[in-house]
C-alpha cells in the first residue's frame, strides 16, 4: 500500500524483534517457511528511499494488534478499498462488549444501557444484580 501510495520514507514498527532483525539481515533466517517471506520484504524495502525498522513489544502495540482484530473480522465486498475507521484515544480502558441475545431476547447489555439511560433496574432484579449492574455501568458510557 506505501508504494502504491509513493511513500518515498517508511517507519515500520513491529513487535516480532527476530522478524525485523531477519529483514534487516542482521540474523540468519532458519526456518524454511520464512525465507521467501523475509526475501519478498527484503526486495519491497529497496523500493524505498529511506526505511526504518523499530521493534516495540506486543504489550506496547495494543492497538496495532485491536486493529489487525478487527481488519481480521470484517469482510468487505470491494477487497479495493476499506472504509477508513475513525478511532479515538480514551483516558481510561473501555470494555466493549457484543452478544447477538439472551434467553430473554434481550441483549446482555439491556439492563446497564437501561440503567445508563434512566437509573431503572430490572423488576425482578435482587439486591446482588443491581450491585452488579451498578458496578458493570461504570465501565461503559452512552454514545449515539
Not at 529497496?46 to 481480521?72: G, M, P, V, Y
Not at 434467553?103 to 443491581?130: C, H, M, R, V, W
Request: hydrophobic share 40%.
Amino acid at each position: 500500500m506505501a508504494i502504491d501510495m509513493t511513500v518515498y520514507k517508511l517507519f515500520v514498527i513491529g513487535d516480532s524483534d527476530l522478524l525485523i532483525h531477519q529483514v534487516q539481515g542482521e540474523w540468519v533466517v532458519k526456518n524454511p517457511k520464512m525465507i521467501t517471506n523475509v526475501q519478498y520484504v527484503q526486495k519491497l524495502c529497496k523500493r524505498f528511499c529511506k526505511i526504518e525498522f523499530k521493534h516495540t513489544t506486543r504489550i506496547q502495540n495494543e492497538l496495532a494488534d485491536a486493529l489487525a482484530t478487527i481488519a481480521s473480522m470484517i469482510k468487505h465486498p470491494d477487497t479495493d478499498y476499506i472504509d477508513p475507521l475513525d478511532i479515538e484515544l480514551k483516558e481510561h480502558p473501555v470494555l466493549c462488549s457484543h452478544v447477538e441475545a439472551e434467553p430473554d431476547s434481550l441483549p446482555l447489555y439491556f439492563d446497564i444501557k437501561k440503567y445508563l439511560e434512566s437509573g431503572i433496574y430490572p423488576e425482578d432484579a435482587t439486591s446482588n444484580q443491581k450491585k452488579s449492574i451498578r458496578r458493570m455501568a461504570l465501565k461503559f458510557f452512552l454514545s449515539g
